[in-house]
């Protein structure tokens, strides 16, 4: 059974820095993507990050800040979050999605709470 585990999460100051890890159990083939959402209190899961092979995709809100990366062998994630604010306060999950065949699969963490507060 495929599982997901993040870490990283805690609480900062505005304008500093944290680096969320996301590591993979159970899986036997390399995931296609990647990604990283988040979801604030009474507020939709949004999609924050994602990765495919070298091409990578930001929301707005987090274009210039963030960075996500990857260790495709290990099907590792990582974000790097640079310069948080207060409205990055959410519960990041972890996300590894693709085909395995024409199957789809679609996997998600726990989460990690990232708290920006003064």
């Known amino acids: 059974q495929v599982q997901l585990a993040e870490s990283g999460g805690g609480l900062v100051r505005p304008g500093e820095s944290l680096r969320l890890k996301c590591v993979s159990s159970?899986?036997?083939?390399?995931?296609?993507?990647m990604a990283w959402y988040r979801q604030a209190p009474g507020k939709e899961r949004e999609l924050v990050a994602s990765i495919i092979g070298p091409a990578t995709n930001y929301v707005d809100s987090v274009k210039g800040r963030f960075i996500i990366s990857r260790d495709s062998v290990r099907n590792t994630v990582y974000l790097q979050m640079n310069s948080l604010k207060p409205e990055d306060t959410a519960v990041y999950y972890c996300?590894?999605?693709?085909?395995?065949?024409?199957?789809?699969?679609?996997?998600w963490g726990q989460g990690t709470q990232v708290t920006v507060s003064s």
């Open positions: 159970g899986s036997r083939f390399r995931f296609d993507g």
């Open positions: 996300n590894a999605n693709g085909h395995l065949g024409a199957r789809p699969y679609d996997y």
